[in-house]
């Protein structure tokens, strides 16, 4: 069982950049492959970003070049280091957790960032 916990949402202009951070407890941290996923108002959850136990990351064509997923495992830790954000990232951030044996994934409360003025 992992429990995952964001944090680090919050109210950001254009242009401006945030830090996510998700904690996750439990056993084995470092065999997960860990993700930021996100939610708009009226639309579906869709990838953002994830990141493989031997650091490979995937990023969603819309934040290439502007966010940075990574992750400490000595702190059981994922990060998405946002930058040059625009109005169309405002969206609830969920962490996932995935791990193939046994299909096994376990998700985040999320939390919100919204972009404005």
């Known amino acids: 069982q992992v429990q995952l916990v964001e944090s680090g949402g919050g109210l950001v202009q254009p242009g401006g950049s945030l830090r996510l951070s998700c904690a996750a407890s439990?056993?084995?941290?470092?065999?997960?492959?860990m993700g930021w996923y996100r939610q708009a108002p009226g639309k579906q959850r869709e990838l953002v970003a994830t990141?493989?136990?031997?650091?490979?990351?995937n990023y969603a064509d819309s934040v290439k070049g502007r966010f940075t997923i990574s992750r400490d495992n000595a702190k059981n830790t994922v990060y998405l280091q946002m930058t040059s954000l625009k109005s169309e990232d405002t969206a609830v951030y969920y962490c996932?957790?995935?791990?193939?044996?046994?299909?096994?994934?376990?998700w985040g409360q999320g939390t919100l960032v919204t972009v404005s003025e």
């Open positions: 439990g056993s084995g941290f470092s065999v997960y492959v």
């Open positions: 990141i493989t136990d031997d650091g490979s990351t």
């Open positions: 996932n957790a995935y791990r193939s044996y046994k299909r096994l994934e376990y």
